[in-house]
């Protein structure tokens, strides 16, 4: 049994001492996630205190000793992320109206390898901020998180077929963010 | 070049190359093709050097992802560093104080007006029980309860639907959910009416002739009302006046300019009147709030009379007491049992007899005539005027009062957290809430009144009218949230929001309380504070009512599109 593991155990026990120790192993992470999927960082404060919150008063309950604290903590602050962005109605269900454009090309491979090597971490972070809100999230919940495909259908409330299609459209998004222009995205060789 | 063993490439321009679709290659990245498709992707990137470099590109577009989002770019902010503990720690000993002095507060309310009024009631004649049953079941100021029962029963199942429609709207689309509504309205409204024993009447002017006789409860609505005859029954009546010379065996509810009461009553009388002038008999007791009340020399009520008036002119006979908070009192007839007044002057007539003990509290002494009969004499206190600014126990009790409010708050945040977190929210955005608290504080209780008078709505306007009043009482409580969230800033946790309520509401307490010494600005301010609490109140409702678009509605709108054939999509498989 992990530390974590070992404090989640106590705190379901009622043990105040092992919320902090909690908060603190995943409190940085945590935010940093919300950092990353909400658009300000006030917004990824207030969303991170929320979702410890959460547990406190008595989210964590629902929590299967059995699987990863981890994981199961990320889906959480997803699924409040998410529903964050829905109240604010600046989730784009839009995107979906114009799936069939979801390019079924060959992009220049060669463009893309050097728009890869030329951008650093910070760019891409930068870029990210630019993103429509599903982009945003479903690239953090990939590749942040580590989720799998049936953990970001459910998560973003989208069929599991398309989850492939909302990651592609959010990679041609970024490259796009990078780039200033559409090439990479729909402008590749066939 | 081979083939794969499927089609999963794409035609090259002239026909003259073939090539894997960055779809395709994107899943295959992802290890999500099954391993018959992923074989084939992986035979034919292995001879063909484009797909080959946008697979490895892909890669590494995804591991750029991956390093981008997780580098540690910024410190965790101070803020977040032990949130909970520190809230937690920080309030434990002012809780302990706030629910003291709450509990002094709660002692004292009882002590000082509960108690005091429940025995002058009493004493009034309205028996021994409790407010809550004097007011409810007993029916003291409303007997058309039982009446009521189908109205309050759609009521209720409106109340139901609508709960249903806020409960389902995250899985429903707004026209759903408005579908939802008003099926639940349709239903309400199909179902069979009820029998009732009661008679409305609606119109300009109704009279009751001598020889009729109503066997039920009469409601009435209108400009001008006359019963001459009988009803057997209570009489409920809202309009500009009412003459009742005839014989009302239940009690009479009248919401009017003018009562004028000749005939005889067997209950009692309620009465919101401008004028009301008995010349008949009430055989039980009567409670008014009026500009002018007369008990006319030939007017007798067998039980008590307690009145809220301007001026009241006793000339006739009353059985039992008088509880009078009274400008002007004057007293020519008979009562029987003791006298309680409050008010500005009390003049006792030489005609006047008073059997019981008279006690009255004014600015000069009651002026007794010579010939008045009185089984003891007036027991005068004077009233005082002087600044309750001054006095010490003012703060005292100030100090109280807020400690009990913000045990309010502490109940509501904790019972309602989302929705106090949301109000507090909205209360940030000052403009818009101080313009709609500007309509809900003075729109709504006038809706609520004109629901009562249209008789059918009085428990939605007496529902509504009791929200409005605890929104007024909680109006102070959001304002002091936004106030704390300024200073210490925003926080999501319910007990840090508590924390900042219960800052910011003293600091408006402290704030406001010289202000309200100054009359026009101390009014302004209190108005202020209210239409913006209320207005925020108002807006997290209508935020809350505003269905967002659900998660299920994205795949339920989202067009069949053109996967890469045979993709998996039912797990991830290894390439």
């Known amino acids: ?131 429509g809100a599903r982009a945003r999230m479903a690239l953090v919940l990939r590749y942040y998180s580590d989720m799998s495909y049936d953990e970001i259908a459910d998560a973003l409330g989208v069929r599991r077929a398309f989850v492939g299609v909302v990651l592609l459209r959010a990679r041609h998004e970024l490259r796009h963010a990078l780039e200033g222009k559409s090439a990479l995205a729909v402008g590749g060789t066939s | 070049m081979s083939e794969p063993a499927n089609p999963v490439s794409q035609q090259g321009p002239g026909g003259t190359m073939e090539h894997l679709d960055e779809m395709t290659c994107l899943l295959y990245a992802e290890r999500q093709l099954d391993r018959a498709r992923a074989q084939a992707v992986s035979a034919h990137a292995q001879d063909c050097a484009s797909c080959r470099t946008l697979l490895r590109a892909l890669e590494r577009e995804s591991r750029l992802l991956t390093r981008a989002m997780l580098e540690v770019d910024e410190p965790m902010p101070s803020r977040l560093a032990q949130f909970q503990e520190r809230a937690r720690q920080s309030f434990g000993w002012i809780w302990g104080l706030v629910l003291g002095l709450a509990a002094t507060g709660v002692y004292a309310l009882y002590t000082f007006i509960i108690e005091p009024w429940q025995v ?38 409106l109340t139901l639907a609508g709960f249903a429609a806020v409960i389902f709207r995250r ?14 309205l349709c239903a309400a409204l199909a179902l069979p009416a009820p029998a009732t ?18 066997k039920s409860d009469l409601f009435i609505t209108g400009a001008r009302a006359r019963i001459d ?16 010379s005839g014989h009302v065996k239940g009690d009479a509810i009248m919401f009017a300019q003018s ?46 009379l307690t009145s809220f008036a301007q001026s009241v002119g006793i000339d006739g006979r009353v059985a039992r007491d008088l509880m009078l908070m009274v400008g002007e009192t004057t007293i020519s007839g008979d009562v029987q049992g003791e006298v309680r007044a409050k008010g500005r002057s009390m003049s006792i007539a030489s005609s006047a007899q008073i059997s019981g003990p008279v006690h009255f509290e004014g600015d000069n002494p009651a002026s007794v005539s010579s010939g008045a009969k009185l089984g003891s004499p007036v027991q005068f206190t004077k009233m005082k005027h002087e600044s309750q600014y001054m006095e010490g126990h003012y703060y005292v009790w100030r100090v109280i009062w807020t400690a009990a409010f913000i045990l309010l708050g502490l109940v509501l945040f904790l019972l309602l957290p989302k929705f106090a977190a949301e109000t507090v929210s909205a209360g940030e955005r000052f403009g818009a809430p101080v313009g709609l608290g500007v309509l809900v504080f003075f729109g709504v209780p006038i809706a609520a009144i004109i629901a009562c008078i249209t008789v059918v709505g009085i428990p939605l306007g007496v529902l509504t009218l009791g929200l409005w009043m605890l929104c007024l009482f909680t109006a102070e409580l959001i304002v002091g949230t936004v106030v704390g969230n300024w200073i210490l800033g925003k926080s999501a946790d319910t007990w840090g929001l508590i924390g900042r ?75």
């Open chain 2, 259 to 304: 009562v004028r009461v000749n005939g005889q009553i067997d209950g009692n009388i309620r009465s919101f009147a401008n004028n009301l002038t008995i010349t008949g008999t009430v055989t039980r007791n009567v409670l008014t709030f009026n500009e002018v009340l007369n008990l006319d020399s030939a007017g007798k009520i067998d039980g008590s």
């Open chain 2, 197 to 214: 024993a009661t008679e409305f009447h609606k119109g300009e002017t109704y009279e009751l002739a001598k020889d009729q006789t109503v």
């Open chain 2, 120 to 157: 002058r009631l009493e004493q009034a004649g309205f028996g021994g029980t409790s407010l809550l049953s004097l007011f409810i079941f007993q029916g003291a100021f409303w007997k058309g309860w039982q009446s009521m029962v189908p109205f309050l029963e759609i009521l209720a199942m």
């Open chain 2, 501 to 575: 309520m219960a800052m910011g509401f003293v600091i408006v307490r402290i704030v406001y309380t010289p202000l309200a010494r100054l009359h026009v600005i101390g009014l302004l301010v209190g108005l202020g504070i209210w239409m913006w609490g209320m207005g925020s109140i108002a807006l997290a409702i209508y935020n809350r009512l505003q269905p967002g678009a659900a998660p299920s509605t994205m795949s339920g709108s989202m067009p069949p599109v053109s996967l890469p054939p045979q993709t998996t999509v039912g797990g991830i498989q290894p390439a």
């Open chain 2, 229 to 244: 005859g009988t009803v057997e029954g209570d009489v409920f009546f809202f309009g500009q006046s009412i003459d009742i």
């Open chain 1, 1 to 131: 049994m992990t530390e974590t593991s070992e404090a989640v155990a106590r705190a379901r026990a009622g043990d105040a001492e092992a919320w902090g120790e909690i908060y603190r192993e995943m409190g940085p992470a945590i935010f940093r996630f919300c950092r990353r999927a909400l658009p300000t960082r006030e917004d990824a404060e207030d969303a991170t205190m929320e979702i410890f919150s959460k547990l406190w008063e008595g989210k964590l309950s629902q929590y299967d000793a059995t699987r990863s604290f981890s994981a199961w903590l990320y889906r959480v602050a997803a699924n409040h992320c998410w529903d964050i962005l829905r109240r604010r109605k600046i989730r784009q269900d839009k995107e979906t109206e114009d799936v069939d454009d979801v390019p079924l090309e060959h992009p220049d491979p060669n463009q893309l390898d050097r728009l890869i090597e030329q951008k650093s971490s910070e760019e891409v972070r930068r870029a990210l901020d630019k993103l």
């Open chain 2, 171 to 184: 899985r429903l689309r707004r026209g759903s959910a408005m579908a939802l509504v008003l099926a639940g």
